[in-house]
């Protein structure tokens, strides 16, 4: 017995020993990882059940975010701010800088929220993190003490179309640490595969630095966010721009039923669709960069149970106040929507709170969620709202 104590006592001071060289608390658990990248603005979190893509704002080039590897500290709800200028206290509130979360990784660095939303996706901090307030209130219930942060600085990433295409997305080195060369994007464009002629590369390469993100593959493509919506465009003699179907029904995973009506050419046996068509029949807006052969697709993209089901022009991501069209998702949910000239808007029979926006009728997601326990999550980093039935 007193043996089988003496290996026991062993045992336990072996792992003691590797906690303490490996720098690990058990406390801490399964740790999530919260990965900042300075050049795409953008943060991913990687826990155990999920992850997730934020946008954020990031340093200042006289200011930079200090990158490395490190973990969170501590956590405040409604911090004060100091100034470092003059030493005034602000307390939390709407002048507060730091918005009403903050969590802290490395000496006066921390991530937190913002009183100026339109700052998110540019360099405008003094070092520090910035988020919408809904995303880092979200995010701050997700992380815990210890978790870690990686605060690295990558400028290329290859991205993937729905069909397959590839492109290569090359943000700016703002921090000027010599990535995006010419030798070292034309490596990236090899190792991934990426065929594009010396000309179509001079022509982009002119943008480098400048153009954000700078997007390289022969021929147009188009793209949205951070994403790559196709990379096979179709241009007509007469100058107009189609898309691959595929890309198209894959991206928004849309309904053949929908766009069989759309005006279509069919190429080497692959069929595309016109974007004004697209556009008209969306609500989705596309922007022409003849300069870099990209088309921009732009819009808030609101999907039902899986499938596209509006776009909405009224979306405020610092607060979740985004609204959705009325008639569209009532009707696409198999309910009644009628209109009463003294009630206002009546499903199945009942008067609902709404709001009128350039002569539509919209719900509040939030209202709409808790009307009728649906699961609505909102995607900043790629302007989607995903609503879901229970």
Known sequence: MQA???????????????ILAFNVTPSYGFTNTITVNIPSRTIYFVSQN????????????????????????????????????????????????????????????????????SSIGTLASSGCIRMYEADVEELFDMVSYGDIVNVVYQTIF??????????LFVYPDFYKKGLNTRQHIE???QNYGI?????????????????????????????????????????????????????????LSIDEEK?????????????????????NLTGLKFVVDNNTNTIKMIGNIIYYDGKFLSTTNYADYQNRDIYIPIKEFFTAAGHM?????????IVDGKSIKYKLYESKSYINQ???????????TVDSSSNKIYIKRD
């Open 4 to 18: 089988l104590h003496a290996k026991n006592r062993i045992i336990v001071v072996f792992v003691i020993f590797i």
């Open 158 to 167: 290859p991205k993937t179309s729905p069909t397959g295409g590839m492109a």
């Open 195 to 251: 065929k594009i002629s010396d000309d179509t590369f001079r022509k982009l390469y002119k943008y480098i630095n400048v153009k954000d993100p700078l997007v390289f593959s022969e021929g147009y493509k188009v793209i949205r966010n951070n994403e790559l919506v196709s990379s096979d465009v179709y241009r007509s003699q007469d100058g107009q721009f189609y898309i691959h179907v595929g890309d198209l029904k894959g991206y």
């Open 259 to 279: 766009i069989k009506d759309l005006k279509s050419v069919l190429v080497d046996n692959v069929n595309y669709v016109n974007i004004d068509d697209i556009a």
């Open 337 to 345: 929507v009628e209109w009463d000239p003294q009630k206002g808007v």
């Open 50 to 117: 999920m992850s997730k893509l934020y946008p954020i704002a990031v340093g200042k080039i006289v200011s930079t975010s200090p990158l490395g590897t490190y973990r969170i500290m501590n956590k405040q709800v409604n911090p004060k701010w100091v100034s470092p200028w003059n030493g005034e206290v602000v307390p939390s509130g709407p002048d507060n800088p730091l918005g009403y979360r903050w969590m802290g990784f490395y000496s006066d660095y921390g991530i937190h929220g913002n009183n100026m939303p």
């Open 187 to 189: 490596s990236e464009l």
């Open 366 to 376: 939030k209202d709409l969620r808790s009307l009728y326990g649906l699961d609505i």
